[in-house]
């Protein structure tokens, strides 16, 4: 394809967004097509001959739209926010028409260096405690999986009797990361949480306590602020004094909640966080920026680098010295120019901007709490220190069968995803079945929550 | 920013890059920029007010694209290619204007379903024996990185006891994974090589032998098709024998050299690979696929599902046991549409136009060998199986100087990248200072080939 077929193609799909972002909130949210549909109307085997970029396009639009789930509809109110704002979908394309490599400072220098600028920037911005230094990763999952490795590394002998802690709510990716670390089950504690979700700091002490008596040694500890099921913050400051007490790695995973401390308001939920040895959170969740750009501070670079660093001659340069050669700092070799368009979202919105957009959400996932608190045969399941609500209906019929209502409320959630107009997803909260509803995509207006809202009361009534 | 606004600086953004793309030649290869110069340009806080995407597209021309190295460049003879070809460039654009979060089927059925249809495309396309699956990951490193995981996840207890075998050219990702997935260096093996730079299998063979004498555990042998250094290729049907002879898991990695066996003349260098129990292969090297794209095939899908399953009672859903959740497959949870540019670049290419350019690239590097090898002064290093040429220049004055060579041949290599014109990186064989020059870039043709020998020798004059 010459420069000039791209241009023409180019502009098609550059109209082809802006019109599909236009009319997003008159398609369903979520497709109702059936597990195999798309496999089975494609060809079994890659074309022998080229095919003009004319015929693929027409079946993007015939195939493979109509098989998406629409992350970017203002009714999408499932999981977290996936945020592709239009700035950062311009960053993501010159980013790949640059086509860069950014394993080292000499493989594109101003993407290491640009890198290092707005992670100085986001550190500020949401008020992270000096000391320390980001870098970009894929994913929280692979951030926090490098926190374990880092916590286990630095243990030396004494790893093989570490221990790790973490909260019963805390997200699955940090049970992945331990076992992923070589942590065995045996080895790994799950501490109980409080009437808010949270971890409850005096079970942790008596964790470690019992432990350490036992000649183990504790390695991590988990901390989270804002989990997945219901955005429960966990005590960081006790947290963090437990972990210095037993001198063990103080990871804190704010993947959703973090960004939200671009607001003063929402940063007390952070208190303590200088006591962190890392920390997580994903601008690709809320912060206006499409997916991957998860920020991972650390507070001992040294530390992070000697689990991750490796120097083969083919990759040694002159600068090596006196640079950052980002491939240390995490899993993979290879690495996106990803700083680009987080720099687009924080100079396009500024942080005045960014801030108004957080309230708004903020203040309608309050409005909806008020909703839910106000109206009878509804029940909240947890508090909502940031954008999600959690609830269930309870009709009195059924209420106190906990089976019951799991069914129920299973029935309503897929009777309202149907309609089409709204995507909610559900957790359990203890023992019981929970509706999430997560307001922070950035199209959401008030009418679009209380539509949702609407629906899903319609939704209870039915059978 | 409207979809009207982003509609226009999208299309600024299209034209920007089809300019760029028809301007790269007359760029500097690599910047003459210094370490710092970036940083010191750019303010130290994110801007409180939004700025107008004027400003920072006229910062990205003035700031950032003097300070990138240009992967795109003809003259780009460094590492490996790393390709960003235009129809994967528009896959990229599409993908994040769809902004789909790729982690289960049901967050993006037609992703989800697209990659296994293009996977199954690149399993036929590249000769990859049936029963064996693949799924997009980030990287080879992380791929790899998995394959050590899964390896020593199914000796359960004996990992303990697991040891792990590469070859003394592997690529640097190999021993990372190993450190990674927590096997001690007391328990890794590195294997000697034969005088093409390829694994030794009676070294191997021998060092399986004295290690379960001892009571070990082979655990994990890795075999390489086209190493880094030089692009040699291990014996993959001896290892893969000496592996199934000892259980051990047997990953063979192709990252830049597997794609290559689209051309049915390479697939000899591949002999053996049913053999193998994981493979890896990076279409965003050789195969037109812009970064990141890494294909990561297995033969038992359970293995590795039971090393990165999660399932927390937010992430399920009522289609999970009839379809694929791609998170299960690798460490990340989120995950991009990656396959939708490979589908684009294998239907605008065709298998038949992807194999010409191949054929072009292997043929000069053939043409450039026999320069290399007519050429008094000049000796060549290492064989040429796929794109990848290695030699150095000899003078007589210095012949038998290794160390003088070695500083003979880096001035030599720092004043042909000091041209602007070319960029080639280096790295040891044996104890030899060796340069390497990559031929793969898709806008490199002949007399890019030919300019950069005059230019090397020129260089060779200069003192």
Wanted: some cysteine.
């Amino acid at each position: 394809m010459t420069p000039e077929a791209f241009r023409r193609h180019g502009h098609e799909i550059v109209d082809w967004i802006a019109d599909y972002w236009q009319g997003i909130e008159s398609r369903d949210v979520v497709p109702g097509v059936e597990p195999g549909e798309l496999r089975r109307a494609l060809p079994t085997r890659a074309p022998e001959a080229a095919e003009p970029f004319e015929a693929i396009l027409e079946d993007v639009e015939r195939l493979i739209v109509p098989g998406m789930a629409h992350w970017g509809h203002p009714g999408w109110f499932a999981y977290f926010p996936s945020n592709a704002s239009p700035p950062s979908v311009l960053g993501e394309m010159l980013a790949a028409g640059l086509g860069a490599q950014c394993m080292s400072w000499v493989t594109s220098p101003a993407a290491t260096e640009l890198e290092q600028v707005v992670m100085a920037w986001l550190r500020e911005a949401l008020a992270i405690p000096e000391g320390f230094t980001g870098s970009i990763q894929d994913t929280a999952s692979s951030a926090t999986l490098v926190a374990f490795l880092t916590a286990r590394d630095r243990l030396g002998p004494d790893a093989a009797r570490m221990t790790a802690y973490w909260s019963r709510e805390a997200h699955s990716s940090v049970a992945k990361a331990a076992r992923l670390a070589g942590i065995p089950p045996e080895r790994c504690r799950v501490v109980e949480v409080d009437q808010a979700w949270a971890l409850r700091p005096d079970h942790l002490a008596a964790l470690l306590a019992q432990d350490r008596a036992a000649g183990l040694v504790p390695g991590i500890i988990v901390a989270s602020m804002g989990t997945t099921s219901s955005t429960a913050c966990d005590p960081i400051r006790a947290v963090g004094e437990l972990a210095r007490g037993a001198r063990a790695w103080y990871h804190v995973d704010a993947a959703y909640g973090g960004t939200a401390a671009i607001l003063p308001e929402i940063r007390p939920l952070l208190d303590g966080l200088e006591l962190a040895d890392s920390y997580v959170t994903n601008p690709h969740k809320w912060l206006m920026t499409s997916f991957d750009c998860t920020a991972y501070f650390v507070r001992d670079v040294e530390a992070l680098l000697s689990t991750c660093r490796t120097s083969p001659e083919y990759l040694r340069t002159a600068h090596d010295p006196e640079v950052v050669n980002y491939r240390d700092w995490g899993i993979p070799l290879g690495r996106r120019f990803r700083a680009l368009k987080l720099w687009f979202v924080l100079r396009s919105y500024g942080l005045a901007g960014l801030r108004e957009l957080f309230r708004g959400h903020l203040a309608l996932a309050q409005e909806l709490a008020g909703w839910v608190d106000g109206t009878q045969g509804w029940e909240r399941l947890a508090p909502v220190p940031l954008g999600l609500v959690c609830f269930r209906h309870v009709p009195p019929t059924l209420a106190g069968d906990e089976q019951a209502l799991a069914r129920h409320n299973a029935g309503l959630l897929a009777r309202v995803n149907a309609s089409g107009r709204v995507f909610l997803t559900h957790t359990t909260l203890g023992e019981r079945y929970t509706i999430r509803m997560s307001i922070g995509q950035f199209r959401t207006e008030r009418r679009h929550v209380e539509s949702a809202w609407e629906l899903l009361r319609e939704a209870a009534t039915e059978r």
